[in-house]
Nanobody
Framework: QVQFVESGGGLVQPGGSLRLSCVGS????????IGWVRQAPGKEREEVSC????????YYADSVKGRFTISRDNTKNTVSLQLSGLKAEDTAVYYC?????????????????RGQGTQVTVSS
């Protein structure tokens, strides 16, 4: 079965940091553009960041630019998202998604699978 396994979420105070990890299960991440998206209750899906599989292109939503950093380690079949300077509005379930491309505008041509996600809660 092809899916992502996300981990690393938790409860953190405003201004804190977390490191999220996304491992490919049943497939090799290195052949895909990978992105992190988030969804909070009652809100639309928001694409947070992505990273290309070919040329190193990365994308960040304006809401997280300068605070989040995406990286990939193909030897570990993992894409990570370092979250810092966390705010209450970052509270959401964070998921990985795969696509053909990561461009300066985000993911393009999505594949239709994702994992269970990992909950990030920012609260004092």
């Amino acid at each position: 079965q092809v899916q992502f396994v996300e981990s690393g979420g938790g409860l953190v105070q405003p201004g804190g940091s977390l490191r999220l990890s996304c491992v490919g299960s049943g497939f090799a991440l290195e052949y895909y553009a990978i992105g992190w998206v988030r969804q909070a209750p009652g809100k639309e899906r928001e694409e947070v960041s992505c990273i290309s599989d070919t040329d190193g292109t990365t994308y960040y939503a304006d809401s997280v630019k300068g605070r989040f950093t995406i990286s990939r380690d193909n030897t570990k079949n993992t894409v990570s998202l370092q979250l810092s300077g966390l705010k209450a509005e970052d509270t959401a379930v964070y998921y990985c998604e795969a696509a053909y491309f990561c461009t300066k505008d985000g993911l393009k041509d999505l594949y239709d699978f994702r994992g269970q996600g990992t909950q990030v809660t920012v609260s004092s």
